[in-house]
């Protein structure tokens, strides 16, 4: 037998605290409608959060590649191989590891890790962006590789929304449980002596 819409809605409002039930605490409503809420405020600011997580990402790769105009390229050899195997796709799915190499600027030899595309074998020759102090820079994200850390990066910010939410909403339940229990606790010392002494 299929629930009428009446009996649907019943359920609902009994759900949500609305059915007019003289006993329900004020906790009892606003846990009810804890839920609801958890589920509206990520659908608020669950987009909000996507979006400024990736214009971020963007700004912050276009910064290094304003950055890069003042570094200056030189050719390093691998000194070790960079795990991992080296995927197709336009370079969409290469990550990029920092591995050892050695390179020569103005006739002085220097070693350390530099940023190459895993897979990289050793021997290889790398090219490695130095700043105006000769540090090793990380050079900016090609255009596939960068949608997919900004892809990975709403995701990862998604889930962190939704376990902020969630955790926010445990929390407000475990004060109204102490809250209602408290009440109980007062109740019942109103009521039970005198309950007590009627048996």
């Known amino acids: 037998m299929m629930a009428t819409p009446t009996t649907r809605w019943n359920k609902l409002a009994r759900r949500l ?15 009810a409608w804890l839920l609801p809420a958890a589920i509206v405020v990520f659908l608020i600011l669950g987009p909000l959060v996507a979006t400024l997580t990736g214009v971020w990402l963007r700004a912050d790769n276009a910064a290094v590649q304003d950055a890069q105009r003042s570094w200056h390229p030189v050719s390093a050899v691998l000194l070790r191989a960079a795990p991992g195997p080296l ?31 895993a897979g990289s ?20 994200q090609a255009p596939a590789q960068l949608d997919g850390s900004v892809a990975a990066a709403m995701l990862m910010s998604l889930g962190g929304l939704a376990v902020t939410i969630t955790v926010f909403a445990l929390l407000a339940r475990w004060m ?24």
Not at 20 to 31: A, C, F, H, T
Not at 88 to 115: K, L, M
Not at 121 to 140: E, F
């Open 87 to 117: 995927f197709t796709d336009s370079g969409a799915n290469t990550w990029t590891t920092w591995e050892p190499a050695r390179w020569t600027v103005a006739g002085r030899p220097y070693t350390g890790d530099i940023p190459v595309a």
């Open 121 to 140: 074998l050793a021997g290889s020759r790398q090219t490695v962006w130095l700043d105006s102090r000769g540090r090793v820079q990380a050079p900016p």
């Open 176 to 199: 109204l449980d102490r809250r209602r229990l408290a009440g109980w606790e007062t109740a019942w010392l109103a009521v039970g002596p005198r309950w007590s002494h009627l048996r």
């Open 17 to 31: 605290g609305r059915d007019g039930n003289p006993l329900r605490r004020r906790s009892d409503i606003i846990e």
